[in-house]
């Protein structure tokens, strides 16, 4: 008897995990969705919200089909909802524009956890109900209610992880944003330095030309990487000493 009752025992929580595994990968997408689209909302400017939401975006249509096959249907409309939402931020012409899409998408990204959760909990359910015999039933509960508080503690846990790894990205972004800065205003200090010794020689060289300055385009170059911001400014000193030649040869024909 004792053996039979282990059998069936080993049965059960072999397939509460069996099912557990199943919602796992669906789950990760979703919270990959949910902590995206936060962090979309939290960004401070159009380039970070659209990049962020684009990664939420890619997220809810991995997690789609599978909460499609999962059968749970709230949980894949919520997923459904928020891929359309999220599909018109790219197109978006304002940050406001952008940020209205975003925060409705972010709260069926929750909703969509909620959901799931509670769908993986009623899967589960089920099928204890068909492998275990009527006589352990009490066994089952007591089984399943440490088992729900394990998953608690495992959401919790995966939650966080996801939490940090945001963050890190965050901090990487802004790691990124401050060396583009630096390079910005070094080249621009190169660039001024440049402007004020052309125009001493052409003043020596009594000359009445003027090299100018470029037009400043600091704001937009910020959005570009790092080699395309290198390439930029070394064609700016490139222009700015053919125009200094360029006025130099106009002052010797004068």
Known sequence: MKKHYLFFVIVIIYSKF???EQFNDVDSDLVYAYSHVKSAYK??????????????????????PKL????????YDNAYDGIELLAHVDNAE????????????????KQSIIELDKCTVGNTAKKTEEAAPETLN???????????????MQEELRLKGQQIKAKIEEQKQKELDLKKEQLINS?????????K??????ETCNCKYEVFK?????????TKSVEEIKTYFVNGLKDLTSNYLSQLELCDVD
């Open 43 to 64: 960004s401070n400017n159009i380039t970070h919200l659209k990049y962020y939401a684009n990664r939420s975006l890619e997220a809810f249509k991995r997690a789609k």
């Open 94 to 109: 304002t940050f406001e524009d952008g940020r209205f899409y975003v925060k409705r998408a972010r709260d069926l990204a």
């Open 138 to 152: 009490n066994d089952i509960a007591t089984l399943q209610h440490e088992q729900n508080k394990l998953k608690e």
């Open 197 to 202: 010794t052309y125009n001493e020689l052409l």
């Open 214 to 222: 470029p037009i400043d385009k600091t704001e937009t170059i910020k």
């Open 68 to 75: 499609k096959a999962c059968n749970c249907e709230t949980a």
């Open 18 to 20: 069996q099912a557990q």
């Open 187 to 195: 080249y621009n200090e190169v660039i001024a330095t440049n402007i």
